[in-house]
């Protein structure tokens, strides 16, 4: 993560990948709680992905969405997540296929979305200062 301008940053991975971060008013740029949300439902899409191609097909097309509620409490917080998978269920006739499949995908994310399950979890952070 480097600081790039007056409150924009920019994060950069081993291999290569940018993102460009900053608070809400910040043009081309995701907020923290947006790079939260976008990784809660990537971690699902990719955790998700075989189960849906399988039954939908390879070229199925699959948009997952994040969203959140605050806690009216702490407005710096969020008190839940919500994601849904949008794909092609409607082609799968039978309804018990449909939720054999819904419970494989809660049971797979549940099990290996390594991004949701840390935030239910409460992973602690810690800072240091170098």
């Known amino acids: ?6 409150h924009t940053f920019t994060a ?3 291999r290569g990948g940018r993102v460009e971060i900053g608070r809400e008013d910040a043009p081309d740029a995701f907020t923290p709680g947006e790079l939260l949300l976008a990784a809660i439902a990537a971690c699902s899409a990719v955790t998700g992905e075989n189960l849906v191609t399988r039954r939908l097909g390879e070229d199925a097309a699959i948009t997952v969405h994040a969203d959140r509620s605050k806690a009216p409490e702490d407005p710096h917080r969020f008190s839940s997540v919500q994601v849904s998978f949008d794909a092609a269920l409607a082609e799968i006739d039978d309804e018990a296929e449909r939720d054999k499949l819904v419970e494989a995908l ?3 994310i549940g099990k290996y979305c390594t991004v949701s399950r840390s935030v239910e979890e409460g992973t602690p952070v810690n800072l240091g200062l170098r």
């Open 106 to 108: 809660q049971r797979a």
């Open 1 to 6: 993560m480097t600081r790039t301008g007056n």
């Open 12 to 14: 950069t991975n081993p």
